[in-house]
């Protein structure tokens, strides 16, 4: 717990959605002041209902690709739907998330001198030729294809980013994310993890895309949290992005045939077409993030996994147990 006297004011944008969530409430218990601002497009006020009650804690139905005007400290700028069906459902609206959000955030924190952290993606990579990602890797994303408007849309925000702090002394920080999950998804987010573990506990076969042969490396949503703080408590500005990630790479058919030991579940998988320009393999070169943060994650796939299992077994009469595959309807 930080002394009182650290206690800042903290904007989190995006702050009811699955990262939002938790890092509102690891900065809430922290003392700090924090005002989450969320349209709720995919994220939900259930998520923050248990920090309402305390004294610290604001929250602000807004859409950020409209100016905001509050005084604040720091900004986390968090708001954007991250799953690819969800991103995928209004991609003009995705693109003025990325876009015109963080001008309205970088304005709000020119006018502030607040510190901000982006939260960018390993989306920015696109369908990388390079692997593991280092950070001066341009990526290799396709302009006009259907993932874009989130791909292009990060990449413009990050642009932003350091031209807001070229030309302006900006204080920003840019935290390229990669997949991470936890308790708090959405049994609809239409995410691989939440996917296979609401499948695994309906005893659905496991929806595989393409030959499973796919890759991604999967951090659990604790380790990425203190990324984040760690990134924004820096006392020297860093250069550029920073990846946030677990470096573990697993391929989906392996991560599917895993959810389902977990879970003890007596599930199949079924192969289903893979997405367009689904990128075939991603996994975070996290040497920048140790040396500047002393950051690794800590949490393996097996402890995480089960961690997300059990939070979607307690919320099992919650929902229907049916996810958002490709193809099907929101
Ligand atoms: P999420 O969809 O659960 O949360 C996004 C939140 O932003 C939601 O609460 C949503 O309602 C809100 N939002 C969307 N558009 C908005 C707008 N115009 N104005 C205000 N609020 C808006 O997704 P998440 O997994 O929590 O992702 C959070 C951030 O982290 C996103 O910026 C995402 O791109 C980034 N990220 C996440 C991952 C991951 O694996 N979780 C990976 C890479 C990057
Ligand atoms: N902005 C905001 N809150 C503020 C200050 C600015 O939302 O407290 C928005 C405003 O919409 C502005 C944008 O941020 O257009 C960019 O601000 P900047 O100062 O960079 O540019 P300008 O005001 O000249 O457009
Ligand atoms: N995927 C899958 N089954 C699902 C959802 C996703 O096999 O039900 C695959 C998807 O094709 C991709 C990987 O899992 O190769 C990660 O997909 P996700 O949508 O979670 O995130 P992405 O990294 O593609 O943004």
Redesign the pocket.
């Known amino acids: 717990m930080e002394k009182e006297s650290n206690s800042k004011r903290i904007l989190v944008t995006g702050g009811a959605g699955f990262l939002g969530s938790h890092l509102c409430e690891r900065l809430v218990a922290q003392g700090h002041d924090v005002l989450c601002v969320d349209n709720f497009y995919t994220g939900s006020k259930r998520n923050v209902a248990h920090l309402l009650d305390n004294a610290n804690f604001e929250i602000m139905r807004h859409d950020i690709t409209f100016p905001l005007y509050v005084e604040v400290d720091e900004i986390y700028n968090l708001a954007c739907p991250a799953?690819?069906i969800h991103y995928q459902r209004d991609p003009v609206q995705t693109t003025k998330t990325s876009v015109h959000g963080a001008i309205n955030m970088l304005g709000l924190a020119k006018r502030l001198h607040a510190k901000l952290l982006q939260a960018s993606t390993s989306?920015v990579y696109g369908d990388a030729r390079r692997h593991p990602q280092t950070e001066d890797y341009w990526g290799h994303v396709n302009p006009v294809g259907l993932r874009a408007c989130y791909d292009e849309g990060k990449r413009c925000a990050e642009t932003l980013c350091m031209d807001y702090r070229r030309q302006h002394g900006l204080n920003v920080r840019i935290a390229r994310i990669f997949?991470t999950y936890g308790p708090r998804m959405r049994p609809h987010d239409?995410?691989?993890i939440s996917?296979f573990v609401t499948q695994a506990l309906a005893g659905d076969a496991l929806?595989?895309?393409?030959d499973g042969s796919?890759t991604?490396c999967f951090c659990f949503v604790d380790d990425l949290v203190e990324g984040l703080v760690r990134l924004m408590a820096l006392d020297v500005v860093p250069d550029g992005p920073v990846n946030l990630g677990n470096p573990e790479e697993i391929s989906?058919l392996d991560a599917a045939r895993r959810v389902i030991a977990l879970a003890q579940s007596d599930s199949g998988v079924v192969f289903m077409p893979?997405?367009v320009d689904?990128?075939c393999r991603?996994c975070p070169s996290i040497d920048r993030a140790r040396a500047l943060l002393g950051w690794v994650p800590c949490t393996g796939l097996d402890d995480g996994l089960s961690a997300t299992i059990g939070y979607f077994r307690r919320l099992g009469e919650r929902f229907d147990g049916d996810c958002l595959?490709v193809g099907v309807a929101l």
Do not use: I
């Not at 929806?207 to 393409?210: F, K, L, P």
């Open positions: 799953s690819p989306e997949n239409g995410r691989v996917n929806s595989v895309y393409g796919h991604r989906m893979l997405p689904d990128p991603r595959r």
